[in-house]
């Protein structure tokens, strides 16, 4: 099933036909491999801030978004992939969030297996001796820390991130360009 950026679902589906090396399709008599993949989009954006000496002018990847799943989204596709009905899957769910959150302030860390670990992690002003600090004046903020679960891979030795193994990224430039490759090919009358 094929579904573009403008569908409902969060997820992007899409074919593309890519060079051996990686590259977008930009010549129809190109080698292709044909593949579908759900891709995490991005876009380049160039730094014009002068006062960046270092990066100015120069493009970075910022990461694209289609849009937001919440915890119905959530519920309704954990019913899908599985026997659970959604009422449950989100019951489940919004008893884990308020777990997390209790655990949280008890200063535990929280893990959940494949998933990865949540803590709480604080900011402060440093004082020069114990007697000098006081957690009103000195705390600077507080936040909650999640580190995704991550697996140590046989080859390199390199602990590699569950969540992001295997990423495919595209970049939106290459989607339109794909598209209006795709739409020129549908005026023109095929080869005999």
């Known amino acids: 099933m094929e579904r573009d950026i403008t569908g409902n679902e969060s997820a992007v589906f899409r074919t593309f036909e890519v060079t051996e090396e990686g590259k977008p399709l930009s010549t129809l008599n190109s080698k292709t491999i044909n593949f579908t993949t759900m891709s995490h989009l991005y876009k380049l954006v160039q730094n014009n801030n002068e006062h960046m000496t270092e990066a100015y002018q120069k493009w970075y990847a910022r990461p694209v978004y289609t849009g937001t799943i919440d915890l119905d989204g959530i519920a309704e596709r954990i019913q899908r ?101 795709e739409e020129r090919g549908k005026d023109e009358e095929p080869e005999p």
């Open 81 to 181: 992939n599985s026997t659970a009905k959604k009422s449950d899957a989100k019951a489940v769910l919004t008893e884990m969030v308020e777990v997390i959150t209790d655990a949280l302030q008890a200063s535990q860390r929280v893990h959940i297996n494949g998933f990865g670990t949540f803590k709480i992690g604080i900011s402060s002003k440093g004082v020069s001796s114990v007697k000098d600090f006081s957690i009103l004046e000195n705390l600077k903020g507080v936040r909650v820390l999640f580190q995704p679960e991550a697996t140590v891979d046989s080859g390199t030795h390199k602990r590699v991130r569950n969540m992001i193994n295997g990423i495919v990224f595209q970049n939106t430039a290459d989607l339109a360009n794909a598209a209006e490759i």
